[in-house]
């Protein structure tokens, strides 16, 4: 059973960008949430979605992210004219339903030149 | 509004030296608190849960430990592989299912 896969695992991105982002859960599992580590800073968390549903997207900034978990396909976190401050590693972690222990994967680390 | 505090921010400990990592919560309703381990370049590897006051769990050398206001994760004679930083977070009951996280402990063993 494959762990949560992220890729890419590096990207780089000139300022005013585009970065995509993807994350494919957990077989089984149906709850995604993004994450990001800033360096030298905790996780935050950015948004919790299901299948077609963002539940929760009390952490994501206002402008330029956006993120969606379709029926069929990886979920996506899409930042739209990237800037230098979003340079940080974006963890993906997904769970079999509430309550429950999520598992997180390796991160996207984006850099912004 | 709901936080983690964990203690202390690095510690350096000999091959063999048992000690705890600290980790305090303010949240209204404790759901769940959870223990990860982080390798550098890694995302976090899921430790244990813990869900009410006076519940341990253990795993090889660690055990975590959980009260009304705080969580310990006991590491007995580490090795040098257990150098990483352990993260607490606590999940939040208010409609959703995000973590909050403290800021971690970056533990290092030397052999």
């Known amino acids: 059973n494959a762990g949560v896969m992220q890729n890419p695992r590096h990207l780089v991105r000139r300022r005013g960008q585009e970065a995509r982002l993807r994350c494919s859960p957990m077989?089984?599992?149906?709850?995604v949430y993004w994450y990001r580590q800033l360096p030298e800073e905790g996780l935050k968390f950015m948004v919790y979605?299901?299948?077609?549903?963002?539940?929760?997207e009390s952490g994501m900034p206002k402008e330029r992210f956006s993120a969606e978990f379709p029926k069929e396909g990886p979920s996506i976190l899409r930042i739209q004219q990237v800037v230098r401050g979003d340079s940080a590693a974006y963890f993906c972690?997904?769970?079999?339903?509430?309550?429950?222990?999520?598992?997180f994967g390796q991160g996207t680390r984006l850099t912004v030149v | 509004e709901d936080q983690v505090t964990q203690s202390p921010e690095a510690l350096r400990l000999q091959e063999g030296e048992s000690s705890s990592l600290n980790c305090s919560y303010t949240?209204?309703?404790?759901?769940?608190l959870f223990w990860y381990r982080q390798d550098p370049g890694k995302g976090p590897e899921f430790l244990f849960t813990l869900y009410s006051a006076g519940e341990e769990k253990e795993k090889e050398r660690l055990k975590a430990t959980l009260t009304k206001k705080e969580s310990f994760l006991h590491i007995t004679a580490p090795k040098p592989e257990d150098s990483a930083t352990y993260l607490c977070a606590v999940q939040v009951p208010q409609g959703a299912q995000k973590l909050v996280f403290g800021q971690g402990t970056r533990l290092t063993i030397n052999p």
């Open positions: 949240v209204s309703g404790l759901r769940g």
């Open positions: 979605l299901q299948k077609e549903n963002i539940i929760d």
């Open positions: 972690a997904s769970s079999p339903g509430t309550g429950i222990e999520a598992f």
């Open positions: 077989k089984g599992h149906s709850h």
